[in-house]
């Protein structure tokens, strides 16, 4: 009698595999269409072997799936977007699913599985790209092209965080965090283009995804001078509120918030999805080591005035800049900041990042923070930089005469002597004059 027992044990865990492939389902399908890509999920109940290729006359994708099948209610939630014009689904070897993506021209197709997540079950991912988008794509560098003789703008990349299959931080109101980001964004780079000698760099602009280490090279293709990436994320305590602005930790976060959040955000890659392209050797990540140095300094100039304008409009959760290791801070040759508006999971400020009214407050406060700092910090080239024109600095809490001297190259002694000062004791609000390098 153990026998047959054992034989029929055996013979259950010989076919729950199988039947467990044979029962893989298509769930749900969207689309994200970006300015230079297009972006189709595929909602699956497990672990999917798929394989894909192209056909032209006219052009279209075609997707095989082993062991699975999808409802015909499945292809109706697909909308044209981008390069993406349909979805066709049928049958295969009895046992397969065929998905056919009917397109609007030739792509370069490149797919990839993700694991569950907090938000997610498992995924398919598509990623179209225009047929010369792979051939144009080339290794990040940190070298940047020489500034044209001619006097330029300043360009301040905007970064609305998160965006399409990752929708960032919920609050308890339904907000999604990708979408007030992505408004007071917008918002900030308006009045980047209205001043004078500045122009506004839109990492996104719409809801799609970018991933993290692609919004620091759209930056660095347009030659950006600084890069700023605007969140609003949650905590597990409700309760907990206010702005905060981080730079990029060199030696450690600077709270046990600071690794919580930076864990979070830099996980953004696996909610939005990564691309094995997207893989950085460790050169490279030996170079932006090497090479951030010399920007940390900026960035830190810059979020000290961003901060200063926050702490005038509310609450702010942390009354010094911290310091994390977040991704988008990884820049070795751009300054960069990355600023929590507010903490969406705190219910009145979930209210306060719905209106309008207030976002148009968060931008403006960034806005004069930045434009504080580079009036008085001109990169050289820049139509800021005038000849001539004093560099000036605006006492801030927590500011000595040593930070202020080491921030701006100068000596401690020429700092007093320039602005007629008897000792080292300054005050909040108090302007300084900044004398040329080596005076």
Do not use: C
């Amino acid at each position: 009698m153990k026998r047959p027992g054992l034989l029929l044990l055996l013979l259950l865990i010989w076919i729950a595999p199988v039947a467990q492939a044979a029962s893989l389902k298509v769930s749900g399908v969207r689309l994200w269409a970006a300015p230079d890509s297009t972006r189709v999920v595929f909602d699956v109940t497990g672990p999917v072997e798929h394989q894909l290729f192209t056909l032209d006359g006219p052009d279209r994708l075609v997707i095989d799936l082993k062991h699975a099948h999808m409802d015909k209610g499945v292809v109706s939630q697909l909308s044209a977007g981008g390069v993406v014009k349909g979805l066709r689904s049928g049958t295969r070897n009895k046992d397969d699913l065929r998905l056919v993506l009917d397109l609007s021209g030739p792509v370069k197709p490149r797919s990839f599985v993700l694991k569950p997540n907090q938000q997610y079950g498992h995924r398919l991912v598509i990623d179209l790209f225009g047929a010369d988008a792979a051939k144009q794509r080339k290794p990040v560098t940190v070298k940047r092209a020489a500034p044209p003789s001619r006097l330029r703008d300043l360009v301040i990349a905007v970064d609305a965080g998160h965006g399409g299959e990752d929708p960032g931080a919920r609050g308890h109101r339904g907000t999604r965090e990708k979408e007030v980001v992505l408004g007071i964004a917008r918002k900030l780079a308006a009045m980047i283009d209205r001043e004078p000698g500045m122009k506004a760099v839109l990492v996104r602009d719409g809801d799609y995804y970018i991933g993290l280490r692609k919004r620091i090279d759209k930056a660095r293709k347009h030659r950006a001078d600084l890069f700023i990436s605007i969140h609003a994320d949650a905590f597990r305590d409700r309760r907990v509120h206010g702005a905060s602005v981080y730079v990029l930790s060199r030696r450690g976060a600077s709270s046990e918030m600071a690794r919580w959040l930076a864990a979070r955000e830099n996980a953004a890659d696996l909610v939005g999805g990564v691309s094995l392209d997207d893989k950085d050797d460790l050169l490279a990540e030996v170079l932006l080591d090497l090479a951030q140095t010399a920007t940390l300094e900026t960035s830190t100039g810059v979020a000290n005035n961003v901060l200063a304008e926050l702490r005038r409009l509310g609450k702010v959760h942390k009354r010094q800049v911290q310091h994390a290791g977040f991704v988008v801070l990884k820049s070795p040759d751009i300054p960069s900041l990355l600023v929590e508006t507010a903490f969406i999971s705190n219910p009145s400020e979930e209210n306060r990042l719905r209106s309008r009214k207030h976002q148009q407050k968060v931008a403006a406060a960034i806005f004069r923070g930045v434009r504080n700092y580079f009036t008085a910090n001109p990169p050289a080239g820049t139509r800021l930089a005038k000849r001539g024109a004093p560099r000036r600095h605006v006492v801030q809490r927590g500011d000595t005469l040593s930070h202020i001297a080491r921030r701006y190259g100068v000596s401690m002694s020429a700092l007093r002597s320039h602005n007629r000062l008897k000792g080292d004791r300054l005050l909040v609000g108090n302007v300084l004059t900044i004398p040329s390098q080596g005076g």
